[in-house]
């Protein structure tokens, strides 16, 4: 069977739809309005790659994507693109669609000067890393959940201030952690801008002083902990808010609080006699991945997962 390979256009937006909606649960209930979020918005003044596979009947049948983000580390923030929803209809399948699209996404990420592009796989995710031809991700670490049951509330002096929006002028410190640099640009579209999305956004405060935010979801019985941006990455201070979280929980009688993070001694620690039960997810286990574009420009640590801070927010 034939395929041409070519670059998402707005004439192949309606098939690349059906294959994304055919691929995923979608989360909106207009699927065009997230597409265009995720796979069409520029943020810092970069666009997603896309490229996708047609057949002879000029229909959509694989696709793959990257999408621009910023990667942190000391004092250095560096061009980065995050892998997302690469999809083969079942039917041409083992054609080696995923190797020759992600190779042409690759060409234009590298010649467009990013340094690295990550990855948050399943387990199918993780399978195709290893089989696809010069797809060449590396598995840094896989994601881990810590749920806790709140019956009592716990003293801390922060304060969480629900908002509808971050300020524009937060901007997290640098850090000896490699992590998404999460600036107003990026924090208000993944957060603020999503088609349907559900989260609650508050300010963490420190005697009336900002000091960074939680993103939360609620769901039946259960408060997710989606994101924790804070100025300074200090445990003492993660350890706080996973406080101001509880009593917040317990507030709207909600009494399990669940996180996803990366498993590593940063969250280990975070989480160290606080009273939370370590799970493995038993349905749908994440991993970060990390591909590599260009060595002289990347510290070698980017490969070990001690060296991140990641949550669940990142995935998406």
Known sequence: MEYRFESLQPKYLTGFENLIKSSFP?????????????FLTSRDNRDAVSFVAIDANDNV?????????????????????????????????????????????????VNDGVIVSIGYSNQLGVKVDKNAFGYGYQVVGEFTRF???ILIYSKTKLILKLVKDFKKNFVPKNTTYFRVFKNYEYLKWRYVDKPDNRYRIFEVNENNILIGYVVLLEFRTRLYVYDIILYDNDVKIY??????????????????????????????????????????????????????????????????????????????
């Open 239 to 316: 350890k706080e808010v996973l406080k101001s979280i509880q009593n917040y929980s317990k507030e709207r009688h909600i009494y399990i609080v669940v996180y996803r993070v990366l498993d590593n001694s940063f969250w280990n620690e975070v989480f160290k006699n606080e009273n939370y039960i370590k799970k493995t997810p038993k349905k749908i286990q994440y991993y970060l991945t990390v591909k590599v574009h260009n060595n002289h420009e990347v510290s070698p640590e980017i490969l070990k997962k001690d060296f991140w801070i990641s949550i669940n927010g990142d995935i998406y």
């Open 147 to 149: 749920v806790k049951i």
């Open 61 to 109: 049948v694989s696709q793959y994507s990257n999408i621009p983000i910023i990667v942190s580390y000391k004092n250095q923030n560096f061009s980065a693109m995050v892998c997302a929803d690469m999809a083969t209809l079942l039917e041409h399948r083992g054609n080696k669609l995923i190797s020759t699209l992600s190779k042409k996404v690759y060409e234009k990420v």
């Open 26 to 38: 979608l989360q909106s209930n207009d699927s065009m309005l997230l597409i265009n979020w995720k």
